[in-house]
């Protein structure tokens, strides 16, 4: 069973940075592909950034120049850099692992960006 385990959420005010990171119980390499999403509160949850096997990278627009995905292979990580956050960007943001057949998702952490 693969584990994800996000840190380094928290509450932040506009124009700040937070920077996020999921640890994966096994290589980042094995899987097709990691990402962040996230979810507000009545709404449903988005992809905020992907990171392929081989390196490629994908933003949601909203979050484009602003927000960049990265991974150490070393450490089975990938982290989510956020900078010049709005308070449009308050959520609970997940980990996904995408192993082609199972999606695994971690247990999420809060972002909340205050005006």
């Known amino acids: 069973q693969v584990q994800l385990v996000e840190s380094g959420g928290g509450l932040v005010q506009a124009g700040g940075s937070l920077r996020l990171s999921c640890a994966a119980s096994?290589?980042?390499?094995?899987?097709?592909?990691m990402g962040w999403y996230r979810q507000a509160p009545g709404n449903q949850r988005e992809l905020v950034a992907v990171i392929s096997k081989g390196g490629s990278t994908n933003y949601a627009d909203s979050v484009k120049g602003r927000f960049t995905i990265s991974r150490d292979s070393a450490k089975n990580t990938i982290y989510l850099q956020m900078n010049s956050l709005k308070p449009e960007d308050t959520a609970v943001y997940y980990c996904?692992?995408?192993?082609?057949?199972?999606?695994?998702w971690g247990q999420g952490t809060q972002v909340t960006v205050s005006s």
């Open positions: 996904n692992a995408d192993d082609l057949t199972i999606n695994y």
């Open positions: 096994r290589s980042t390499f094995s899987f097709n592909g």
